[in-house]
């Protein structure tokens, strides 16, 4: 199994407990994916982050409909270094495993690091439809996240 990984690091101008109580609201997560994914959370009601929490979502890869279920691993809401970690436990990926830190930068805003390690099923194939398409999805889905993340914590 050929295991990735895509790194990103996103200034926020907003407190890491703040940021990171952005997060704590599952939900949140429709409105930071791109509209194209026609994303939507299936749990109902308001999930509470911990850590097993389970989240089921439904989403559409070029067009496929997707059915996606994640656990949260790790939830750790220390106001010095807030971090959580959520993995799939069914959807597209073999292995996906999300790891969201929040660091205070010292001037009242917070620096976010997302570490995505994940792993194609299909194993040539797999590997070939990453290279084609699968890894630009990634970017463009994280690209569009950066906006939206920044968006939705200077909205009022």
């Known amino acids: ?20 109580a952005f997060f704590g609201d599952a939900h949140n997560l429709e409105a930071i994916t791109p509209p194209w994914l026609r994303f939507r959370v299936l749990t109902p009601g308001a999930i509470e982050m911990r850590p ?9 890869l070029h067009g496929v409909p997707v059915s996606w279920l994640t656990r949260i691993e790790e939830w750790d809401a ?13 959807g597209p990926y073999r ?13 009242g805003g917070t620096i976010m690091r997302d570490t995505v390690r994940y792993a194609l ?12 398409f ?5 970017e463009a889905i994280f690209d569009h996240r950066t906006q939206a993340v920044a968006a939705g914590l200077t909205s009022p």
Do not use: C, K
């Not at 097993?52 to 559409?60: F, H, K, P, Q, S």
């Open 1 to 20: 199994m050929s295991v990735h990984v895509l790194e990103r690091r996103q200034r926020l101008p907003v407190p890491a407990e703040r940021a990171f």
């Open 52 to 60: 097993g929490a389970l989240i089921e979502y439904r989403l559409r």
């Open 78 to 90: 220390d106001p010095a270094r807030p971090r959580f970690v959520d993995a799939q436990l069914t």
């Open 95 to 107: 292995l996906w495993h999300h790891t969201h830190e929040f660091e205070p930068d010292g001037a």
């Open 121 to 132: 099923p299909y194993g040539p194939f797999g590997e070939i439809a990453r290279r084609l």
């Open 134 to 138: 699968v890894a630009r999805n990634l």
